[in-house]
DNA sequence: TTGAAAGCGCTAACAC
DNA sequence: GTGTTAGCGCTTTCAA
């Protein structure tokens, strides 16, 4: 049995300037490389430090020069889904390069958590928060301190955003789909509470619209929340009487549950998705792709912008949407 | 044309305690829910609070209770990396059930940048520090906190660590295929010098060894790091004179470069690979399976005990695999 | 029940 | 070049 360890504290400047026999500020000076130190001082300050072992301790120094701390706050969904982990990939580069630290958060997609978490991040004193909003909750920044939001805007309230261009990318799958003469088109898509699966519906709808097509209308299903659900929405729908010939789904989750159920089967509906990933490419999948990774930098770089002092108008970021053709929105 | 603004310092606690009129100390124990306040005195003080608008300055008290924060870094590769994602995903939901919060930055596999992370992460007074080793540096932690290596352990010293079973599941994957027949069998390895890949190729050969089945060896690729190399090894492989009849691959990119050699191909050796994936079912991959976010919590959970004082020996826990058929393993 | 004083580890402002 | 003093915003004594 050991005995009681007394709670070993790291060794603080001051037991550095006492080893090296200087006064506290020399030491401070010293190691941070401020001019007006002799050289044999300096050299002095660091072999002390070195022995002990020292580390400065940036809450205190944060404490001191400002009271905010080196952390920028990102509130997401899960990491596991590639949509959020794409962004936070794209935050942290950008942060890394300025210094600042990444603090990731999941809101488990549930409001009153989300705010929750801003307050904590807030007592953190995070110097700019990032929010890809649950959807449900309203993030208000009654805080003062510099918020993105990202993929979705916030719902009332003009603030920074980089959006995806919803409206753009689902009108180009739908007039994909009609140019190859499909009429009866599915529409599968997430929580209609997002503002950014409102709109791609609306821009889906738009594009019908436009080319006089209102045969897709009872084809569309919408709140289809996780893969499974959206396969057995897609089974269901190609057990109709008079079944789809095409289906365009709204994110990354419904298209694969839509492949998991068109899987093995004798006809195959044409099939456009919104979102690129992985394996698509090899899976043949012609997809409304945009670059995930460059929301996040994005989003990073209107944050620092903020905390760097700028203070314009709240700007909004628009990042492009590109259609891919793999071969399973050509047939 | 507003005038110069002043910086806009948050609230303090002395300014709510002034303006309830209670003296700073009240002002905190009210707040803070402590004992011996008059109920009076308590709603005086939040709602003073509320009108300012007050939030705590987390990192005062920090500094006062004890200078360590409530937050914990991973370093790991770049969390558009599903491996690292997920295992960020097990580690964040950990940890917020304590109250602590996830700093996530990304080493770019190198080994040199890692410790100066490490150091940025220790200057901020992290609780404990988890760790994906790039592989080539060692990271040592010579600070006294607690430190827990995930699927790799580190050179050189004994440590908490959480480990995949990768020798076991390399050494199913090689039965699996040697009890189908195959005898020229391609093994695709990321960088030999993580730990890692180093148990999955033994266990490999292992199996081999066992099996006296020594033709496997001129089809042996390391170093392959990319899933575009993987690739170009897997082209090369099947325009050898005897080409193997069956593959496996180390990790989730090597497989999925696979996969798009393979793409098209008339002839389809057999393809299991390390790590399992969104869509591996779709494709029909066969591989070995082993749960990633599992890998986060556990290594999120032995950090925890430590942070709460647990002062027995290293420990190491090593997360069982799986094989799942799929097809493409049994071809 | 409440308050005054001290101090966490550091840096800013001003002496020497 | 170097040291002294003060104080960031909070909690912890200890006294009233």
């Known amino acids: 049995m050991p005995a009681e360890e007394p709670p070993v504290r790291p060794p603080t400047l001051s037991q550095v300037a006492a080893r090296a026999g200087v006064s506290l500020k020399t030491a401070s000076r010293a190691l941070n490389g401020e001019p007006y130190v002799s050289g044999a001082t300096e050299q002095r300050v660091r072999a002390a430090a070195d022995e002990l072992g020292y580390r400065l301790n940036g809450l205190a120094r944060e404490l001191r020069t400002g009271a905010t701390s080196a952390l920028v706050g990102l509130i997401s969904g899960d990491l596991a889904n590639p949509f959020y982990s794409a962004v936070a990939s794209g935050v942290e580069r950008e942060l890394r390069r300025r210094g600042l630290l990444l603090v990731t958060v999941n809101n488990d997609e549930n409001g009153e958590l989300e705010s929750s978490l801003v307050e904590a991040l807030v007592e953190r004193r995070v110097r700019a928060l990032l929010v890809i909003p649950s959807g449900g909750g309203i993030v208000a920044n009654s805080h003062n301190i510099p918020c993105v939001f990202i993929d979705r805007p916030p719902v009332g309230l003009v603030a920074d955003s980089v959006l995806i261009d919803n409206a753009g990318g689902a009108h180009s799958a739908a007039e994909h789909l009609l140019a190859r003469g499909h009429r009866r088109i599915a529409l599968v898509a997430d929580l209609v509470r997002t503002a950014s699966q409102q709109a791609r519906i609306n821009g889906f709808s738009a594009a019908m619209r436009s080319a006089g097509n209102v045969d897709w209308e009872p084809y569309l299903r919408t ?44 006809f195959q509906p044409a099939l456009v998705g919104f979102d690129d990933f992985e394996l698509a490419d090899v899976l043949g999948l012609t997809v409304i792709s945009h670059d995930t990774t460059e929301l996040g930098s994005m989003a990073a770089r209107m944050a620092i912008e903020r905390i760097g002092g700028y203070t314009g108008p709240p700007r909004t970021v628009v990042i492009p949407t590109t259609l891919i053709p793999r071969g399973s929105g050509e047939r």
């Open 223 to 266: 709140d289809v929340h996780d893969a499974a659900t959206a396969g057995d929405v897609v089974s269901e729908l190609l057990a109709l009487p008079e079944p789809p010939t095409a289906l365009f789904t709204t994110n990354n989750r419904l298209t694969i549950g839509a492949l998991r159920a068109l899987r093995g089967r004798r």
